[in-house]
Nanobody, 117 residues
């Protein structure tokens, strides 16, 4: 089970750090992804980190502003959001996919980020 947290209401230019904590099982064998869903829009991919943190990838819209990381000892993945913009307002979700799988095994419940101008 995944628990996403860290969302809130911030102003444009501010930063937030989102966390995705696992309970009941280890995340060490899973790639971790973050998605977001803005009001009236479909859920979209933001970032991925491989099971050992050796590789990351980002959507073009957040590259250079957001940073994904993980701490397998704490069973937690993170998403650092810097330089937030009003268009970053969305519910942010984390998801875990076991190594070699193309589908997600677990989803977090989402955490809301609201960025005011």
């Amino acid at each position: 089970q995944l628990q996403a947290s860290g969302g809130g209401v911030v102003q444009a230019g501010d930063s937030l750090r989102l966390s995705c904590a696992a309970s009941g099982s280890s995340l060490s064998g899973y790639a971790m992804d973050w998605f977001r869903q803005a009001p009236g829009k479909e859920r979209g991919f933001i970032a991925r980190i491989t099971w050992n943190g050796g590789s990351t990838s980002y959507a073009a819209s957040v590259k250079g502003r957001f940073t994904i990381s993980r701490d397998n000892a704490r069973n937690t993945a993170y998403l650092q959001l810097n330089g937030l913009k009003p268009e970053d307002t969305a519910v942010y979700y984390c998801a875990a996919a076991r190594i070699g799988r193309t589908t997600y095994d677990y989803w977090g419940q989402g955490t809301l980020v609201t960025v005011s101008s």
